[in-house]
């Protein structure tokens, strides 16, 4: 039924292994086509074809590789509206949302046409008698990204960019759930001109994951989902020798001071609470009320979600889509039922939701949450979905300790008008992305993404500087020029500077 995706291995369209998956359209839970499946013969095969690849790649110039990206560039924005059809209609997501992780995608690439700057190597004259020393990075060769469902583009945009620029060739395993941009982008990087091989596309499960974690022939592994399968990714590749960067899940807090502009603040929150159904590790699952504010922005907050409109991703009316399967449907009303029984205010109730003519979409409801323990699951787990849970403390100090408290550490932000709470606030949070009066703190692709504690395995974060770092390695290099007729005495002590 529909249209089928096979995998993109040396430049053109390759087969599954046998076996295949239907590719749901979230919004009417109908099968729009047929994702084939690769194993472990799969990764071999694009393996060995970007060992040759990279091999080639690494030795054209820098200005020839930013020229393609340049092309690809100008190929995206050209595309941006077919590629955002094809995720509206696998995710679920809204066409503009679509266009704007297209949008944020398309600022790391624009880092990497420029990659040259990051790679300068440092020199020194003369750090010993006619002796200099310099440094320089190389590609690690071939690696893989292995990425979520969420952000089909902008994800991957985080990885291959900078890891092409800097001279590797890059296995890409999008989620089975909406495949197609990948297999869009594979084809744009050729009409690009990026030679074969060089950007390859693999799609399975677990499968075809543990077969990229485990490969003697990938060096470096990235990956962005949930905290326990980033532990595994990480664990498992780690243990194989590679270089791994692994991005977890979130559970980020939105501090709402007694000074903050409330409507302004509500309106953020909502924004990033509810925003392509709260399927973002960026998103905004909580909000903590200090002092007295908390009723006012109860209030605020449930005006904010009950005017949101609910519907499919192709209807330019819709706010909120629905989320990706009926599973993740299931879990949000699950975990608002055991909130619900364990004494918790359902300020705002989104089970029960319907949308004419979409009756079998995984639709769900905005949904606010209050008077939950600080122990409750609802609370403590990344729900992922549009469910806001809105907790109380009486003071500042509260708040860092609560937020402190979560074992995640992607994501926060505080809404004040007090430069001193704000400063204490960036000081003190033990987070790796901080937003001040801004809900969704994710840096631009020119600095670098990731999280603290569980949602951040491995040394560096994405895209921007440590990106450049996690896809070379540095060499030092000490040089010496002695003319022909110079005699050097040999010295069995240690060489030293002098």
Not at 48 to 66: G, N
Not at 330 to 358: C, K, N, P, S, Y
Not at 378 to 394: A, D, K, Q, R
Not at 459 to 468: C, K, L, Q, T
Request: aromatic share 6%; glycine share 10%.
């Amino acid at each position: 039924m529909g249209y089928e995706i096979t995998h993109w291995i040396d430049g053109r369209e390759v087969a599954g292994a046998g076996s295949t998956q239907p590719i749901m359209n979230p919004a009417t839970g109908g099968e729009v086509g047929t994702l084939q499946l690769g194993d472990a013969s799969t990764v071999d095969q694009a393996v060995e074809v970007a060992r040759r690849a990279q091999k080639e790649w690494a030795k054209v110039s820098l200005a020839k590789r930013t020229q393609i990206l340049y092309r690809m560039r100008q190929l995206m924005i050209e595309n941006t509206d077919e590629i955002a059809v094809v995720i509206s209609r696998e995710h679920g997501k809204t066409v503009g949302d679509a266009k704007g992780e297209i949008a944020r995608g398309l600022e790391t690439l624009e880092f990497a046409t420029s990659i040259t700057q990051d790679l300068k190597g440092g020199f020194s004259q003369n750090i010993s008698t006619g002796v200099d020393g310099h440094t320089l990075r190389q590609p690690l060769g071939v690696v893989a990204g292995i990425t979520p469902f969420n952000f089909p583009a902008m994800v991957p945009f985080w990885m291959h960019p900078i890891a092409i620029a800097t001279g590797n060739a890059f296995i890409l395993k999008p989620s089975e759930r909406d495949p197609s941009a990948s297999n869009i982008v594979a084809r744009l990087y050729q009409e690009a001109g990026l030679p074969d091989g060089v950007f390859q596309v693999v799609h399975g499960g677990k499968t075809v994951v543990d077969a990229l974690c485990t490969h003697d022939g990938i060096a470096g592994v990235s990956f962005v989902g949930s905290t326990p399968i980033a532990k595994h990714v990480h664990a498992t590749a780690s243990a194989a020798g590679k270089r791994v960067q692994a991005l977890g899940g979130a559970n980020n807090h939105a501090v709402v001071m007694p000074d903050a502009n409330v409507e302004f603040a509500a309106a953020q929150v909502a924004s990033g609470a509810f925003g392509s159904a709260g399927e973002r590790c960026m998103a905004v699952p909580v909000a903590v009320t200090v002092g007295d504010v908390h009723e006012e922005f109860l209030a605020a907050i449930k005006a904010e979600a009950e005017k949101l409109v609910v519907g499919p991703g192709d209807d330019e009316r819709t706010d909120m889509p629905p989320v990706i399967t009926p599973d993740a449907k299931a879990r949000v009303i699950r975990m608002t039922d055991e909130a619900e029984q364990a004494g918790a205010t359902i300020v705002v109730d989104g089970r029960g939701l319907v949308v004419e003519g979409h009756e079998n979409g995984n639709f769900v409801g905005p949904t606010v949450i209050t008077g939950l323990p600080a122990d409750h699951p609802t609370y403590t787990e990344e729900v992922f979905g549009p469910v806001l849970v809105v907790m109380h403390v009486n003071n500042f100090d509260e708040a860092i300790d609560l937020v402190n408290a979560s074992p995640f550490g992607n994501g926060t932000a505080i809404f004040t008008d007090s430069g001193h709470y704000a400063r204490r606030f960036e000081d003190e949070i033990q987070v790796g992305m901080i937003g001040i009066n801004v809900p969704i703190p994710t840096p631009v692709g020119y600095y670098s993404f990731g999280g603290w504690k569980d949602s951040l395995f491995g040394e560096h974060h994405a895209h921007g500087p440590e990106g450049v770092s996690f896809y070379t390695r540095q060499k030092a290099v000490t040089t010496r020029w002695p003319s022909q007729n110079e005699s050097v005495e040999s010295s069995m002590s240690f060489p030293t500077h002098d």
